[in-house]
């Protein structure tokens, strides 16, 4: 699949509107173009995160891949299902969420047990990931909205937060700052 971006700036979105991948036309608010704009987003926060200086190399290669996924991800829910494009659009498969199970297990079996919930902020590779990790819930919550989404997009989204959390407490330095459930009640 090839793309060419010759001309950035077109004008045709000026009424509020927008092209999908297969070149029908909604508002801007469709379900669709957020949640598509969702996962640009969070793309956009893993760039953020990937460009920590201590950020572990492998956590970079990892997070090189998934935003490359992740404008496939884009790609599947900016064509509806029932789109009669011509050319197969491109769709999210079962194996990109198994991609990231099998990452999950390996980073998260080198990691200790944790007994409670993690407060961010280690330090900013960290921070960053948990960002990412919260856009991207708000990602699948998005991409629930979409009628006839591809499942897998769900599943892959889904599982992608997992592995984010999973980064972020890799990525951080010493142990983690852990919730106290109630510590400052009636303090």
Not at 82 to 103: A, C, F, H, I, M
Not at 139 to 161: D, K, T
């Amino acid at each position: 699949m090839t793309v060419n971006l010759t001309r950035i700036y077109t004008r045709l979105g000026d009424d509020g509107k927008t092209h999908l991948g297969d070149m029908s036309r909604v508002l801007k608010t469709d379900p669709r173009v957020e949640a598509y704009g969702t996962v640009d987003e969070l793309n956009s926060a893993l760039g953020v995160a990937k460009v920590q200086p201590e950020l572990p190399k492998q956590l970079q290669e990892y997070l090189e891949r998934i935003q490359n996924d992740l404008f496939d991800v884009g790609a599947d829910l900016c064509v509806p299902a029932d789109s009669d494009r011509k050319q197969n659009p491109l769709r999210v498969g079962p194996e990109y969420t198994k991609w990231l199970e099998e990452t999950c297990d390996l980073v998260n079996g080198k990691l200790k047990p944790l007994r409670s919930f993690v407060i961010p902020g280690s330090n900013p590779a960290s921070a960053h990931l948990h960002l990412a990790r919260t856009i991207c819930r708000r990602a699948e919550r998005r991409a629930l909205a979409v009628e006839g989404v591809n499942q897998e997009v769900i599943r892959y989204l889904n599982r992608l937060s997992d592995l984010l959390f999973i980064l972020a407490r890799a990525a951080a330095e010493g142990e983690p700052e852990l919730w106290q459930p109630g510590a400052h009640r009636g303090a």
